[in-house]
T-cell receptor, first 114, second 114 residues
Framework: DSGVTQTPKHLITATGQRVTLRCSPR?????VYWYQQSLDQGLQFLIQ???????AKGNILERFSAQQFPDLHSELNLSSLELGDSALYFC?????????????FGQGTRLTVV | AQKITQTQPGMFVQEKEAVTLDCTYD???????LFWYKQPSSGEMIFLIY??????QNATEGRYSLNFQKARKSANLVISASQLGDSAMYFC???????????FGQGTTLQVKP
């Protein structure tokens, strides 16, 4: 058990809908990262938050947004969903803002858009 | 730009044998970290081992060791005494010092034969 908790584990929704994925980092970790894993794109970094503030942005679509709350949990919001958004979405956490020797991943949320 | 390359889409190894999974990287940053993760069929990302760019010795964690050759920009994962439970997808990843995000390779699927 990595200590990073993601909910829900599975999500099936229709095109055009909006969903929210939730992540609770390991106790004491201030950084939260979101990644998307799809068959055609592989594992891609989406966005990072550190202690409530956006720290880095990757290949995140404008239809997607995220935030980190004062209790350090994070949510990834995906809207106007398309079939191509079907993927495994991971959250990871670490203690530091930048370089660190470890990054622990949650079990992922498998999103299926039908 | 930073890049991770894993050239072996799939590998087979006999149980109890050692296996090497290849990883090469490209970066102009003098300080970076290299990671290996295991992703079994259940989907979770399991952290295996870390190597810092300034580390003098190769990292080891139990049956996992990282063969770090800085001049060749390679960070191969060596798994000794393979077990059936090692069958999984393995990802090599890099983190630059000025950012917390990980850049992943395309992964190598390892199958351990009894």
């Amino acid at each position: 058990d990595s200590g990073v908790t993601q909910t829900p584990k599975h999500l099936i929704t229709a095109t055009g809908q909006r969903v929210t994925l939730r992540c609770s980092p390991r106790s004491g970790d201030l950084s939260v990262y979101w990644y998307q894993q799809s068959l055609d794109q592989g594992l891609q970094f989406l966005i990072q938050y550190y202690n409530g503030e956006e720290r880095a942005k990757g290949n995140i679509l404008e239809r997607f947004s995220a935030q980190q709350f004062p209790d350090l949990h994070s949510e990834l919001n995906l809207s106007s969903l398309e079939l191509g958004d079907s993927a495994l979405y991971f959250c990871a956490s670490s203690t530091q803002r930048t370089a660190n020797t470890e990054a622990f991943f949650g079990q992922g949320t498998r999103l299926t858009v039908v | 730009a930073q890049k991770i390359t894993q050239t072996q889409p799939g590998m087979f190894v006999q149980e109890k044998e050692a296996v090497t999974l290849d990883c090469t990287y490209d970066t102009s940053d003098p300080s970076y970290g290299l990671f290996w993760y295991k992703q079994p069929s259940s989907g979770e990302m399991i952290f295996l081992i870390y190597q810092g760019s300034y580390d003098q010795q190769n990292a080891t964690e139990g049956r996992y060791s990282l063969n770090f050759q800085k001049a060749r920009k390679s960070a191969n994962l060596v798994i000794s005494a393979s077990q059936l439970g090692d069958s999984a997808m393995y990802f090599c990843a890099m983190r630059a010092s000025n950012t917390g995000k990980l850049i992943f390779g395309q992964g190598t699927t390892l199958q351990v034969k009894p």
